[in-house]
């Protein structure tokens, strides 16, 4: 009978050792839940931050740079320290205004103006300017006079040599 007694004792404590045991992991269960800042007081692992990280790549291309080179070209006309142009202002002819006309009613404008550069002792006219409607005028080819109101004149000839 001390056997059986014996061994109900300690069926009982071994059984109030399991019960002790169930009960201490229901309490950590449970703390594992609360807030709790004592150092008996288990805290979960913190949870892992997943942390994306961009890596950005810069690539340098070549950049091609167009360079324009300016050259400036210098044309060196030879002349003369002189003078190779003359202005004339208000050309005449034996006393009259050069008529624009060479011939009467031909050859108007540069020919005329040409005609007395070469009486000038110039080569050619380079420029000359008309007035409209100014009579009495000279044909310089024919020394006729014109002194109608349609009558034109060259009032400035410019004369090269």
Known sequence: MKKIILSIILLSSFLAASDYSRANDAAAKAMDKL???FEDCPKPAPKPEVI???KV???EKPVLVEKVIVKEKVIIIDRPAA???KLFMGPSVDGYALDICYTWGGSCGKPAADAYCRLMEYSSSVSHV???DTPPTKIISSGRVCDGWYCDRISEVTCTK
């Open 52 to 54: 994306i990280q961009e």
């Open 83 to 85: 003078s190779k142009t």
């Open 130 to 132: 008309v007035k409209n």
């Open 57 to 59: 790549i810069v690539v």
């Open 35 to 37: 807030d709790c800042d």
